[in-house]
């Protein structure tokens, strides 16, 4: 039987470690694509290391719909957001496998983050398509995914399969950080 990929839900405590910022600064990531009142993703978003800074940037106005398939992660992300005041600003959306649990994404998100996700989807070639439906033409997808755990030409795969999708590049691929930035045409 094939190992499952998908990171246990314990793992998201040690994602919210605090220095983990020198090396994924929410800020720098996801700030400059972000302005308050803006819908935005965060696939993949574990226990929301990235969704909270991402809902103070998107404001009152704003929201993050963070996916994820354990609902564990959600457990530990809503407390987060309570205590933080951010709960109104977070959707959190189980994936089930049934199609409502994409209901009412179709164009609606400015951004997408997919930080140290896909090498954990069996199907990359629908999750590149899906996040490609829910967002605005020309909206902006940040693609990483953790050097050392991820070889560089699976990193490249991934790539393809966005490209696939319809998305296209707008920044140099970077191999050393594996990320890359692309846009929704
Ligand atoms: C390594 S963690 C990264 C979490 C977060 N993006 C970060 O950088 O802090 C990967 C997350 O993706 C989630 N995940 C795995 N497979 C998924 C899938 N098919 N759909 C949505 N989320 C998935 C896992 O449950 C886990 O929370």
């Known amino acids: ?105 179709d164009q609606l998100a400015d951004f997408a983050l997919l930080f140290a996700v896909a090498h954990e989807v069996p199907d990359q070639e629908a999750l590149f398509a899906r996040l490609y439906r829910m967002l605005k033409p020309g909206a902006t997808l940040f693609f990483a995914e953790p050097p050392g755990h991820v070889k560089i030409r699976e990193f490249l795969r991934s790539v393809s399969w966005a490209e696939k999708a319809g998305f296209r590049k707008s920044s140099a691929v970077d191999l050393r950080k594996l990320t890359v930035l692309f846009q929704k045409i």
């Open 1 to 105: 039987m094939e190992k499952s990929k998908v990171c246990p839900w314990w793992m998201g405590y040690l994602l919210l470690f605090p220095l983990r910022k020198i090396r994924h600064n929410p800020d720098q990531i996801a700030g400059p694509f972000l302005k308050p009142g803006m819908k935005v993703i965060d696939y993949g978003s574990a226990m929301g290391y990235f969704s909270l800074p991402m809902a103070r940037m998107v404001g009152e106005t704003g929201r993050v719909y963070c996916f994820d398939i354990q609902p564990r992660m959600f457990v530990n992300l809503l407390r987060r957001a309570r205590k933080a005041g951010l709960e109104q600003r977070i959707e959190p959306r189980l994936i089930t496998g049934s199609d409502r649990d994409f209901e009412g994404m």
